[in-house]
């Protein structure tokens, strides 16, 4: 018994496998390229930093093109967990401060699409989370900070457990003409009161 084997099938169904293993691992080496883990000072929370650039235009007769880089952070505290008691209030204090390095007018501030998103692995009812963003002017416009308020009306205490807090669509400014992208690092302090 004799198999024909057609050449052109052959080669199509290697391309398929070569492209089907080349697609997952360039997936993979991307997202490790764009995350970064901070185990700033021994506590091991995880920071993940995206620098983006997106492009906007201005109304009227002529259109005016312009663009601009942004952050996003994702910040999850970890291995402290917080614990708000029984009909009380407890207050995460988070401070960011980006050191940007490339030729730019750099001017962090809070863009109009700017999301806070707090997210808890279980909140029980009566219970609240109310949050806060501002930016410190006096430092150079380069540090931002977020204050999140967990209130817990019940009688039993609310464990919060590792909050993940992201700020998404910070503006970071814009770049000088033929500069690429910036570099850009976060340093966070946490502070639980």
């Not at 663009?67 to 009380?88: A, C, K, Q, T």
Request: with cysteine; net charge negative.
């Amino acid at each position: 018994m004799q198999i024909k084997i057609n050449v052109k099938i052959l080669t199509w169904l290697l391309v398929g496998l070569l492209v089907g293993a080349l697609i997952p691992l360039t997936a993979f080496y991307l997202n490790t390229f764009g995350s970064k883990s901070d185990d700033a000072g021994g506590e091991g929370n995880t920071t993940i930093i995206r620098v983006y650039q997106l492009y906007t235009s201005s109304g009227g007769e002529i259109p005016l093109i312009m663009f601009g880089y942004f952050l996003d952070v994702e910040h999850r505290l970890y291995p402290d967990s917080i614990i708000v008691p029984p009909h009380s209030s407890v207050d995460l204090g988070i401070d960011y401060t980006c050191n940007i390095e490339g030729q730019g007018d750099w001017n962090v501030q809070p863009s109009g699409n700017i999301q806070l998103v707090v997210e808890v692995p279980r909140m029980p009812s009566n219970c609240s989370i109310e949050s806060f963003l501002d930016t410190i002017t006096d430092t150079g416009n380069r540090e931002f900070y977020v204050i999140i308020t967990f209130t817990n009306t019940n009688n039993e205490a609310w464990n919060v457990g590792r909050p993940l807090v992201k700020v998404l669509n910070m503006f970071l400014g814009q770049p000088s003409e033929g500069a690429g992208m910036p570099r850009v690092e976060v340093a966070i302090e946490t502070n639980i009161s």
